[in-house]
């Protein structure tokens, strides 16, 4: 059955394009994907080698995981992430929190001289740091307990895409008619509640394009919508929604990709972290983002296999140290980093070949790179990010919301996020089975 409503879907990152791949599997003719930039995927991006700039896993690759079995399904994965005992692993937790627990256990803690004291509190300061990348967030202090404990883990060890993850993308979108994204169209505003017009709904881009839409998908992200909710709605969001927005934690996770000519680790090295003497305090200092920002960086993790990726490590660092390193040129992170490995090293020769960098939060259509449970957030916010507008009367579900920071449970996430443009698209699709049975009912 043909469905005519006209769609129109902000953003081709996961969420949209998953959002118009269920639409147009399910019948409806009229779907347009409006997207800012020149390419698809948002924050799935795969550069030179194979390198990833965003998304890197997917986490939690098992039965339950709509991306895995998408992989699987394209033929994407490796034969190791296939296997029963891959998707079986369950990881759940962070590892390195039980050497931490160790560290801080009461008796030893006061036992310890006071050098094994200031080793312990750099070693947790280090985790810290790599925490913060996990939640993409300067400081835990950020981050609400009772939130964060949403967050939910599937099974399954966490694995690449051997080809890139936007091979995900490409093959999402050679489900769809060729034209249904229009690249380098920027939305400048949505106009709902319109009375005039027969459809209820006005996007205007940033060339002044106008369209009218029966129902706008916005999948722009949170970082995106905090800094642009007052122009982009007209008339404004409601206001619980809109605190909620506020409410919930976006921040930024950096990656600094080095190359070398050849491998000065072990061959075994998996993971490297660097520890600071001077840092037995847990408390944050505002220091100096100059000359200090690179000890955020918590370490680097060795690519693998070096068949694929040659001898590349790639650093993490979040938070503000990273959204200052952004601002920093190509040669001023190149020195920063040989600077740090020489002095970690001691080899005072080492020298990248190349060095390349993200940069999240300066890039206009994401602000930042994925969301965090914030402190003072519930599980009500998250309902109210995800809530259409208006949700009743004559025409409701005019602005529906779908993105990472919409699920529940697998914010931050391209499954989470793959998840919320398949439920919006189902909200219209049991929306029209049930207005179509309204019509049958009333013949
Ligand atoms: C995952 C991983 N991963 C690393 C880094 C980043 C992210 N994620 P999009 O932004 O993609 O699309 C929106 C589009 O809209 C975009 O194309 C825009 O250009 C466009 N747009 C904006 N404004 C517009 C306008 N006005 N008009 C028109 N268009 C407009 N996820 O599963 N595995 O390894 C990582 C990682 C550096 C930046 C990640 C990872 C997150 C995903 O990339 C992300 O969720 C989705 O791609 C978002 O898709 P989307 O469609 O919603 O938006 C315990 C606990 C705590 C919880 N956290 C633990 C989980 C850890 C998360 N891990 C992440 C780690 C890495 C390394």
């Known amino acids: 059955e043909n469905i005519n409503a006209k769609i129109v879907i902000v953003g081709s990152g996961i969420a949209g394009i998953s959002a118009a791949v269920e639409l147009t599997a399910a019948g409806f003719t009229n779907v347009q994907i409006l997207e800012a930039t020149g390419r698809s995927g948002g924050r799935i991006k795969t550069g030179d080698n194979v390198v990833e700039i965003g998304a ?228 944050d200092k505002t220091l100096d983002l100059q000359s200090s920002w690179i000890k955020k960086l918590f370490g680097f993790t060795v690519l693998k296999p070096t068949e694929r990726y040659g001898h590349l490590l790639c650093g993490w660092i979040a938070g503000h140290e990273s959204e200052y390193m952004e601002t920093l040129s190509d040669q001023e992170v190149t020195q920063a980093v040989t600077q740090l490995i020489r002095r970690f090293t001691g080899n005072p020769i080492l020298t990248p070949k190349r060095v390349l960098r993200s940069q999240w939060f300066h890039n206009p259509w994401t602000c930042g790179s994925y969301s965090f449970p914030g402190t003072g957030c519930s599980s009500q916010d998250l309902k109210n990010l995800a809530e259409p507008l208006p949700t009743t009367g004559p025409q409701p579900l005019q602005v529906l919301f779908a993105g990472e920071a919409t699920h529940p449970c697998f914010y931050s996430t391209v499954h989470g996020a793959l998840l919320t443009g398949q439920r919006e698209a189902d909200r219209l699709l049991s929306h029209y089975s049930s207005t179509s049975t309204n019509h049958v009912l009333s013949k």
């Open 56 to 283: 890197n896993w997917i986490h939690g690759p098992s039965e339950e995981n709509p991306v895995f079995c998408l992989a699987r399904r394209y033929g994407l994965l490796d034969p190791e992430a296939l296997t029963p005992e891959n998707q079986a692993m369950e990881v759940g937790g962070h590892p390195p929190w039980m050497t931490c627990l160790e560290i801080l256990e009461e008796k030893k803690w006061a036992d310890a001289d006071k050098a094994t004291r200031s080793l312990g509190f750099s070693v947790v300061s280090n985790l810290l740091k790599g925490e913060c990348c996990v939640n993409g967030t300067h400081s835990l202090d950020e981050v609400g307990l009772g939130a964060f404990s949403l967050y939910k883990t599937l099974p399954g060890l966490d694995c690449t895409f051997p080809k890139g993850y936007e091979g995900l993308i490409q093959n999402l979108l050679s489900e769809l008619p060729s034209d249904t994204v229009k690249y380098n169209c920027p939305v400048r505003c949505i106009e709902w509640n319109n009375t005039e017009t027969e459809s209820p709904v006005i996007v205007e881009c940033e060339d002044g394009d106008r369209m009218t839409a029966d129902h706008v998908i916005v999948t722009v992200s949170l970082g995106y919508l905090k800094k642009h909710h007052s122009t982009l709605f007209r008339p404004p969001l409601p206001l619980h929604k809109l605190h909620s927005i506020q409410r919930q934690g976006f921040g930024t996770n950096n990656k600094i990709f080095v190359e070398f000519d050849s491998a000065w680790w072990d061959a075994d090295c998996e993971v490297m972290h660097f520890l600071w003497e001077d840092e037995n305090s847990l408390v």
